[in-house]
């Protein structure tokens, strides 16, 4: 008797949770449904890339020294850092450094592990090619200057629907002083060093008189 009342306990609360979860989801497809289209007149409109927006890679020859780091970081071992060892000074030579945007995963594990940060993720995505090998970029086009979508005049740059003001759902004619909804990341960091300043005692892990973490 009881196992079976404990059965229907269990496909009843199975039964909630399923209408509960169904309905979560219908609730997004309904929102979506009241919402109009927006179109975004590409080439003549682009979208703001997000700050940690990770496009193509930026490389500075004159700072990398050859040390392949970026290359038993990346997962497909990706960076081709062609050098040779000069006997007179027993240093490296750098003579070409080489990334094929065709097979790069764009992980950003090279640019966060290179000891000289001559690399950097920029906001560069327009990489169409008709020949997928003219996408294997040498270090000349790797230190060619990213494109921006805020700075080139023949374009309109709209902001993300994430960085509209609050209630706002079309990116066109937004004024641009309107502020976003949530935190700018510079004004997270300005809190979070605050907070240090303080004394750390938000980090810190204070202790209550029964021993209790509080
Ligand atoms: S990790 Fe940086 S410095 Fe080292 S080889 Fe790669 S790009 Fe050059
Ligand atoms: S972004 Fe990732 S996949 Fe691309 S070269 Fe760097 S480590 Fe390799």
């Not at 997004?28 to 109009?36: I, K, L, S």
């Not at 759902?169 to 004004?187: A, I, S, T, W, Y």
Request: aromatic share 8%; proline share 7%.
């Amino acid at each position: 008797m009881f196992g079976f009342l404990k059965k229907v306990a269990d496909y009843t609360r199975d039964a909630r949770d399923s209408a509960k979860y169904l309905a979560q989801g219908l609730s997004v497809t309904f929102d979506h449904m009241r919402r109009r289209p927006i179109t975004v007149q590409y080439p003549y409109e682009k979208l703001i890339p997000s700050e940690r927006y990770r496009g193509r890679i930026h490389y500075e020859f004159d700072k990398c020294i050859a040390c392949e780091v970026c290359v038993r970081v990346c997962p497909i071992n990706l960076p081709v850092v062609d050098w040779v060892m000069n006997k007179q000074t027993k240093k490296k030579e750098l003579r070409n450094y080489s990334i094929d945007f065709g097979v790069c995963i764009f992980c950003g594990n090279c640019v966060e592990y290179c000891p000289t940060n001559c690399l950097s993720m920029t906001e560069e995505y327009e990489l169409s090619a008709f020949d997928r090998h003219s996408l294997n970029f040498d270090n000349v086009a790797l230190g060619r200057l990213p494109t921006n979508v805020t700075t080139d005049p023949s374009v309109q740059p709209l902001r993300e629907l994430a960085y509209l003001p609050k209630g706002v759902m079309d990116p066109h004619d937004v004024p641009k002083d309107l502020p976003r909804v949530g935190e700018l990341p510079e004004n997270v960091l300005k809190r979070i060093a605050t907070e240090e300043a303080k004394g750390g005692q938000s980090n810190s892990v204070q202790l209550n008189p029964d021993g209790d973490a509080s």
